[in-house]
């Protein structure tokens, strides 16, 4: 059982649905790798664990970061900004892929005039990451 009576989550201004954005930065590069959302355990649950655990919105339960795919990302810092409504994890990204697409950061996708191009390889196929 996690504790989720600590004072430090009580700081964090959650919005409405009790959820609070989370930022995963790799640790050395400082490239952004994913934003995903956290509640109160799946925060308290990846502080215990240190490794992210997230709320997956669509599918309504806790998502372990890597669960299927083995990328699991290792927590190095928690760090919550100055309006306190936005988490940043610095981590260690094992297997390199952050993305479910098989590319490091799920930001590979850049505005060029009016059209978004990728500009990010991908790294391993999702079929072969996802069995």
């Known amino acids: 059982m996690v504790d989720e009576s600590a004072t430090w989550l ?5 919005n409405s649905d009790g959820l609070v954005p989370a ?9 952004v790798l994913t934003l995903a959302w956290m509640n109160r355990e799946s925060l ?6 240190g490794r992210a655990v997230y709320w997956s919105r669509s599918r309504r339960k806790l998502w372990r970061k890597g669960e299927e795919s083995g990328h699991v990302q290792v ?13 940043l994890l610095i981590v260690k990204q094992e297997g390199g892929i952050a993305c479910h697409t098989g590319r490091q950061s799920c930001f590979y ?10 500009v990010e390889p991908v790294l391993k196929d999702p079929s072969e990451i996802y069995r």
């Open 10 to 14: 009580d700081e964090i201004s959650w």
């Open 23 to 31: 930022i995963a930065q790799e640790q050395g590069t400082g490239k």
């Open 44 to 49: 308290s649950l990846s502080i215990k664990e």
């Open 75 to 87: 927590i190095k810092e928690v760090r919550l900004d100055c309006d306190k409504d936005t988490i």
């Open 109 to 118: 996708q850049k505005l060029t005039g009016n059209k978004w191009q990728v």
